[in-house]
């Protein structure tokens, strides 16, 4: 009992040292921050609400937040332009033509709307109803026409006026603050969740967008973690049937890495352990020291290699090997947007999405243009 006592004093005093400190508040709680951390120390009046995808093309930066808003920053102004008139935006991406395609909510369906070389929207003709809970886990898997969406329960093919559906054979779990995908040439869709410091997964959809559409198609969970999100999903750029997926947490110690799933199976590509600078004293606690491993937080391809964001640096890699490191350039505040060009096919954006499900504050997305 009074061990108990004392412990729960300790606890008591340490959570009234961290309210008294104004520096170390964050919007979601109260944390201890690491200040020799480039991305670990904001400011609350520099964040946007949750930045949920970015993706960068034809010079220009698209963001979606947590709300569904749309926006916009061409590289040549660096202003914030939103896409308002969208409403509230379920998914988005890039067709082969470099134009953005959304889907969007209109009371209870869901519908296509594309953006023409003048900046205007078309929305088609097919509506996609769901339900409520469907509406927060829609996620687009190939925005090429015809346009492909996945839900827990199926995927989705835009065919004229109608949608046909694919039931997936076990359904999903698609609950996440961010879903990245990526398609291999064989139609397969791999799709990572991050759900912070309660982990995330790795599911495989076979053979997807491939076969015969009008039969169930199998899914698999190829990995999952209870305290490892996956952050991002691109395919390899060295083995095109493959791809490259990141990990990435920072809530009370650092964890992440870099794997490479090849069909149902996934190895190891980048594991690296702590700087001595993480802030874990390394005498009273060794083993939280062993088992410190940098957090990536994005990927991205980039002409045959592809660019890693840690929280302290990028890091270009050329296959398997580590081929270059730079440091995280100095960002401006676009719109209330942290956002870095480090060239001109390479922008940094931070977003504070991670630290609505763990301490990790906010973190990189790192976009490269295809």
Known sequence: MHSRIETMKRVTLGALLLAANPAIRTPHGVAVRDPSRTLVQPDPQQLIDHITKAVLADNTVWLLDINGRLSHVPLDSMRLVPDTALGTVLDFGIDPEKRVVAVVRQSRVAV??????????????????????????????????PVTVLTPEALYTERGRSWQRRQLVPALDLHSVQRSVAVTP???????????????????????????????????RIARSYGLPVTS???????????????????????????????????????????????IDTVEYPRLAQSCRLAVFAIAPSHGDFWAATSRELVRFHGHEVAER????????????PLAVANPALV???????????????????????
């Open 112 to 145: 296509v709307s594309r953006r023409d070389a003048r900046g205007q929207w078309h929305a088609d003709a097919a509506q996609l109803r769901m339900r409520d809970t469907t509406a927060a886990t829609i996620t687009i898997v190939s925005a090429s026409d």
């Open 186 to 220: 064989d139609g397969s869709v791999i799709i990572g969740t991050n759900v912070g410091e309660w982990g995330g997964t790795l599911w495989r959809v076979r053979g997807g967008l491939a076969g015969d559409r009008s039969q169930p198609v199998a899914t698999a």
């Open 233 to 279: 999903v691109v395919q390899d750029p060295e083995r095109s049937a493959c791809v490259i997926a990141s990990m990435g947490l920072l809530h009370m110690l650092e964890r992440g890495g870099i794997i490479r799933v090849c069909g149902d199976s996934a190895t190891a590509l980048f594991e690296q352990p702590c700087p001595r600078a993480a802030g």
């Open 326 to 337: 730079m440091p995280m350039p100095s960002f401006k505040i676009v719109g209330g947007i």
């Open 348 to 370: 940094i954006v931070r977003t504070n999405i991670n630290w609505s499900v763990s301490l990790s504050g906010p973190t990189p997305l790192v976009l490269s243009e295809p």
